[in-house]
């Protein structure tokens, strides 16, 4: 019984080593050059036993076969091994952000053919390569508004590892999204999985609710797992209100309610432009028929608490700007009924 288990652990270590993409995938590129190798050999022997025509034709074939899979097997253990490095090189900076960003484009940018393996390439060096230096002013900005000086540091030395780090993991994608590309366009390599029909359907609250499928809430459920340096990921999704407020300065944008926390996102950016802890919430209210005010409880010097306004929101409608004001009062009292 124990030599049993010990066999099956060795064989299943075995084929998980060589299935990792952090090595190539070479368990792949050996089934690509031995199809090929077997190909070149038994298709001129089935093609002879039928006759001297058909046994030209296996030759060509088998050649054919072993030139396509040697090079599908190469390029798809080059692609592998260089996102690999790639990714593993994109920690160093330590911008979550940029990674996950980057993960969702890789997963999106598959390459059918040679020429497009060349543009995402190019576009994944192009899209790092501003990353890296915008990242030089805008981290350590992010960072001081964040933890002050403390954060401002801490900004400063991401905002230079990404510098260095995300040209040089763009240009590794570059190479590894060109032989991606090769990898497809000569045929026989691994099938491009199909691209996901819609995004993961959110469960709602902490009791993790089930309720019928919204594409804005999949979106920003989706967007709270993966945004920031994941300070949102373990909140509990309740609700997402698209604002549309016309009126300049401000912006269309995404009222996010979660059991823990208000967000005000930026509908083009996608950026969190506004946060407030659930328990600080205390009201919501229309100062004028379009305009919808939200306040927070803040101590002031003397250590009294006092209401202050965090946001207002110009919507263009006065049945519109009824329905969010009841839903943000509803969400405050729910709060409320949680701390108490």
């Not at 296996?58 to 592998?80: K, M």
């Not at 160093?92 to 059918?112: A, C, G, M, V, W």
């Not at 060096?125 to 990242?135: A, K, P, Q």
Request: aromatic share 8%.
């Amino acid at each position: 019984m124990r030599s049993h288990y010990e066999q099956r652990l060795k064989s299943n270590l075995i084929n998980l080593l060589t299935s990792s993409k952090l090595l190539g995938d070479p368990k792949n590129f050996i089934g690509h050059l031995g199809t090929g190798v077997q190909d070149f050999f038994y298709k001129p022997q089935e093609g002879f036993v039928k006759g001297p025509i058909e046994g030209i034709i296996g030759i060509g074939a088998g050649a054919t076969s072993l030139v396509r899979n040697t090079v599908s097997g190469t390029f798809g253990a080059t692609s592998n091994l260089l996102s690999s490095v790639s990714k593993g090189l994109l920690f160093l900076s330590d911008d979550t952000e940029y990674i996950n960003q980057r993960e969702e484009e890789n997963h999106i940018d598959r390459p059918k053919d040679v020429l497009e393996g060349l543009g995402y390439g190019l576009k994944s060096t192009f899209t790092s390569i501003s990353s890296g230096v915008r990242g030089v002013w805008e981290k350590p900005i992010e960072g001081s508004k964040r933890d002050g000086v403390k954060g401002f540091m801490i900004g400063s030395a991401k905002g230079i590892s990404g510098l260095v780090v995300k040209p040089v993991s763009g240009t590794i994608d570059f190479f590894a999204k060109t032989s991606e590309g090769i990898r497809n366009t000569a045929g026989s390599g691994a099938a491009i999985p199909p691209d996901r029909v819609r995004r993961p359907r959110p469960f709602y609250g902490r009791l993790q609710l089930l309720r019928p499928f919204d594409e804005l809430h999949a979106y920003f459920n989706l967007f709270l797992m993966k945004s920031g340096a994941g300070q949102y990921q373990k909140d509990s999704f309740l609700d997402a209100i698209y604002i549309d407020c016309t009126t300049p300065p401000q912006k269309p944008g995404i009222v996010v309610l979660t059991e823990e926390r208000l967000l005000w996102i930026d509908e083009k950016e996608k950026k969190v432009l506004v946060e407030c802890l659930a328990k600080d919430l205390v009201q919501s209210r229309k100062s004028s028929p379009t305009v919808l005010k939200v306040y927070r409880r803040v101590k002031n010097k003397q250590g009294v608490y006092e209401k202050k306004e965090i946001f207002a929101l110009n919507l263009t409608e006065a049945l519109a700007i009824d329905a969010v004001n009841r839903k943000l009062n509803d969400f405050i009292q729910h709060a409320l009924d949680q701390l108490y």
